[in-house]
Each structure stands twice: as C-alpha cells, then as structure tokens.
C-alpha cells in the first residue's frame, strides 16, 4: 500500500431503553409511526446501510446492547454486518470492526474493576458475533484516561480511536501514535480529523454529494510529496440515514467510485496496522471525551454541555451508594464460595440466557459444592450486578433534563438491582437508598427520582 488513504469510523449505538422487568422497549410516541426509536432507526439507517453494502467499508463498532437487540428483532442486518468484517479479515488478513465496552459507561468514572467488567463483556460479544477476537476498540464517548488504557491493553486491545485534542500537545492526524503504558506496553492511538469529521456531522452540505465531498474537502487534506498518508473521520453511525436524511447512499458512492477517481484509497485500522506500525508517541489528556470539553462533567456534575445540569451529580451519587450496597452484599455472599467473586461477577452478563447453567461455572472458579437453593440466590445476585452495571450506561446524563427515558430508565435499573439482592438475601435496602435519589428532580415537569425508583419496587411487589 502507498499514496493516500481515507477511513470513515461510524459508531452505532442506541441507549438501552427495555423495561428491566419485561425486556421490551416501551411504546415511544415520539418515534411514530414505529414503536419506539430502534425500530425508526433501523428504517431510517441500520436496514440501508447493511443492504448498500456500507459495513463492509466502514471502520464499525455496534454497541454490545444494540447488537443483541439487533440479533433478536432484526438479525439479518447484524449477520450482514458479521459478514462483511469476514470478508474483510479473508481478503486482507484485517476485519474492519471494532468492539466497545458492553454498556457504554463512562470508563474513567468507574473503578478498574468495572473497566475490567466492561471490556471483557464488550470482548465476549464482540467475538461472539464476528468469531473472532477484537484487536480495536471504541472508547464510549471516545472518554479516556490512563488506567483506561492500560486495561484494554492487559486483556489483549491494541489500538483505538481518540479526538485530536485527547492527545496532550499537537499532533498530526494522518498517522497513529504509540501511549506508552506500564509493563513495557502500549496502546496504538488513531486520532480523527476534527474539521472533517464536524463537517460531516453538522453541515448537511458537506455530505450532500460524494464527489463533491471528495474533490472539495478531503483532497486538500493531503500533502504532497508525503507516502501513505491516512485521514480518519470519526462520526456517529447513526448520522448516515437517520440524522441525516439518504446519507447511506454518500456512503455508497463514497466508497464505489468517489474516492477511486481521486486516487484515494479506502482503509480501516486494522488494514493500515499490517503494514504501517507507529513511530511516534504522544501522552494523552486524561478525563477527557470527544462531546464534553470539561473533564467529563457532562457525565459527573456541571458543565456547559447541558443547560440545567443540577441533577447530574445527584444521580452520580444515587448509583455509586448504589452500586457500593450492591457490591457489598454480593462480597458478603460469595466470597465464602469462590476464591475470587470478581471474576465470578464477570459472569452476569450470561444470566440473561434462559439457558444458563451456573452450576459447572462454579467448578472453574474454585467453588464448593452448593445447594439449588445456594443456586438460585448466586443467580438472583448476579443478575442484580448486570441491573448495577446497566445503570451507568452515559446516555443517563447526556441529556439537558431528568424527564427524558434515559435518566428514568438508569433509576429503573438500580431498583431492579436492589429488589434482585433484597429477594437473594432477604436484606431491606430500598430504604437507606432513596434518600439520596431524593435529590435528583426534573427541572421541566414534577418529577423525583425517588419516586422513579419506588414506582419500580411497587411493580415488583
């Protein structure tokens, strides 16, 4: 390979919006004539996109959540997607799919024993679906920090994806840099081009004809005289269809004959790592995201990124005192059965399949030999550490108000967490909690997360 390269990341993901008592997403007015927002969108941008043949030409990640949902209602737009990585990685040697974290958390805010939860969940999906292990991995919110790092590269990641101002002096984006880590380790960092990639996300005119978008805005984005350059543009999947209306067809013609009669040739990490292995190195700026310039305070407390942001760090703090119960209870209960309840936590995420046998896990982990009713209450437990890591899913602070599914659905899900705990141990732990959800109110309608979090234990009961 040499001469210039061009890559698109598109990262898809939805908010997980099912009912944690019956798995099904809620009737949403708001996304008529369909039943709720995944549905739209698969019309308006998953559904054309796997039809136009775009999966097979992009650099992708689909969310862990979105991609089982996508198996279940809707598989053969998440085969086509499996497919065409697989036609990638036997032409090339290189798949251009990425995993990500399973519940799209802020990383940075969580402990490293829930970043080690998160990306080994995202790792088993990921080579579940594609079959096959990951070598990259988008960072939700692409939010970064050191110990972030380190733990992708401890369970086998080699390269992501960061915005230009993540890195902590200038940077050149048309080549990857190495971040060294401990251990004599690093991680391949690929920083996407800020002004294209904002072009592409909110200027409808930039993307309104591909060879005009080749001619106009990405040629000069090269140097002459320089080999291999790579630009990268990194932008929500979603855009293409969905918020931007027929924008699977730029795709298209992007990737068919757009860029070859520029002399531009497609690429995708994976691809480009063959044969180009970085040189140079660069720190990065830790606590940082490519939608919150403030030190991740969209996620954690007050910042300009929302207005009325009174709410965020309440709720922060209603589910860390949440998780912390949780934990402690699930510590309580298991470490005299297992040599490590960590690494038995790992297997929450598995509790969902109806098929799910506990029973030979406990073997592998060093466990005694257990009762059915002992079973039983390990499930219960380990279904409420899936309900725990579920609520810090960052689409809960996003947005400007509590009123909206996201936050709600985050309350939902903390509350399953402790009636699942409260039904394994017969504990009562509703009650010391909702004080501190007292203090997370809607600013646009009367509305208190107390009050979300009771409604729930109310339907349980």
């Known amino acids: 390979?040499?001469?210039?390269?061009?890559?698109?990341?598109?990262?898809?993901?939805?908010?997980?919006?099912?009912?944690?008592?019956?798995?099904?997403?809620?009737?949403?007015?708001?996304?008529?004539?369909?039943?709720?927002?995944?549905?739209?969108?698969?019309?308006?941008?998953?559904?054309?996109?796997?039809?136009?043949?775009?999966?097979?030409?992009?650099?992708?990640?689909?969310?862990?959540?979105?991609?089982?949902?996508?198996?279940?209602?809707?598989?053969?737009?998440?085969?086509?997607?499996?497919?065409?990585?697989?036609?990638?990685?036997?032409?090339?040697?290189?798949?251009?799919?990425?995993?990500?974290?399973?519940?799209?958390?802020?990383?940075?805010?969580?402990?490293?024993?829930?970043?080690?939860?998160?990306?080994?969940?995202?790792?088993?999906?990921?080579?579940?679906?594609?079959?096959?292990?990951?070598?990259?991995?988008?960072?939700?919110?692409?939010?970064?920090?050191?110990?972030?790092?380190?733990?992708?590269?401890?369970?086998?990641?080699?390269?992501?994806?960061?915005?230009?101002?993540?890195?902590?002096?200038?940077?050149?984006?048309?080549?990857?840099?190495?971040?060294?880590l401990d251990q004599n380790r690093s991680m391949v960092v690929f920083f996407y081009d800020q002004e294209l990639s904002s072009g592409i996300s909110f200027n409808k005119d930039v993307t309104s004809n591909a060879d005009d978008f080749t001619r106009r805005f990405l040629l000069p984005k090269y140097s002459s005289g320089q080999n291999d350059q790579l630009v990268l543009v990194a932008t929500d999947g979603e855009l293409y269809g969905h918020h931007q209306e027929f924008r699977y067809e730029f795709l298209k013609r992007l990737f068919s004959s757009s860029l070859a009669s520029a002399d531009i040739q497609p690429v995708f990490p994976e691809?480009?790592?063959?044969?180009?292995?970085?040189?140079?190195?660069?720190?990065?700026?830790?606590?940082?995201?490519?939608?919150?310039?403030?030190?991740?305070?969209?996620?954690?407390?007050?910042?300009?990124?929302?207005?009325?942001?009174?709410?965020?760090?309440?709720?922060?703090?209603?589910?860390?005192a949440t998780a912390e119960v949780i934990d402690q209870v699930f510590l309580d209960e298991t470490q005299h059965l297992v040599k490590d309840p960590w690494q038995l936590r790992?297997?929450?995420?598995?509790?969902?399949?109806?098929?799910?046998?506990?029973?030979?896990?406990?073997?592998?982990?060093?466990g005694l030999e257990i009762s059915t009713?002992?079973?039983?209450?390990?499930?219960?437990?380990?279904?409420?550490?899936?309900?725990?890591?579920?609520m810090f899913a960052s689409c809960a602070w996003f947005f400007e108000d509590f009123d909206r599914i996201e936050p709600q659905n985050a309350v939902r899900y903390a509350a399953s967490a402790v009636s699942l705990t409260q039904k394994a141990t017969g504990s009562r732990l509703a009650n010391d909690l909702l004080p501190a959800f007292e203090k997370v109110s809607s600013g646009r309608v009367k509305l208190n997360a107390a009050q979300v979090f009771r409604d729930f234990l109310d339907r349980v009961t």
């Not at 929450?348 to 896990?361: E, G, K």
Request: glycine share 6%.
């Open 1 to 180: 390979m040499s001469g210039n390269f061009f890559c698109v990341h598109g990262h898809f993901y939805q908010p997980p919006r099912e009912d944690p008592l019956t798995g099904v997403i809620p009737i949403e007015p708001g996304a008529a004539p369909f039943s709720n927002w995944n549905e739209r969108i698969v019309e308006d941008c998953y559904r054309p996109n796997a039809e136009a043949g775009n999966f097979g030409s992009l650099s992708f990640n689909i969310g862990p959540t979105l991609s089982e949902w996508l198996d279940e209602n809707h598989p053969a737009i998440i085969r086509r997607a499996s497919a065409d990585d697989h036609y990638n990685l036997q032409k090339y040697a290189a798949g251009n799919a990425m995993a990500q974290p399973y519940h799209h958390s802020i990383l940075p805010l969580a402990s490293r024993r829930d970043k080690l939860t998160q990306v080994r969940w995202g790792i088993e999906d990921f080579s579940r679906t594609y079959g096959r292990p990951p070598q990259g991995m988008w960072l939700p919110e692409t939010a970064v920090d050191m110990e972030t790092l380190e733990v992708l590269s401890e369970l086998g990641i080699r390269f992501t994806i960061l915005a230009p101002w993540q890195a902590s002096e200038n940077i050149d984006s048309r080549q990857p840099y190495l971040v060294e």
């Open 271 to 320: 691809l480009w790592l063959r044969e180009h292995l970085p040189e140079a190195r660069v720190a990065i700026r830790e606590k940082t995201s490519w939608s919150c310039m403030h030190e991740l305070r969209r996620w954690s407390g007050a910042c300009d990124c929302t207005p009325h942001p009174e709410w965020k760090a309440p709720l922060r703090e209603a589910l860390n």
């Open 373 to 390: 009713d002992e079973i039983k209450r390990l499930n219960l437990l380990l279904r409420a550490q899936f309900e725990r890591q579920r």
């Open 346 to 366: 790992d297997l929450a995420v598995q509790t969902r399949d109806p098929n799910f046998n506990l029973s030979p896990s406990l073997a592998g982990f060093g």
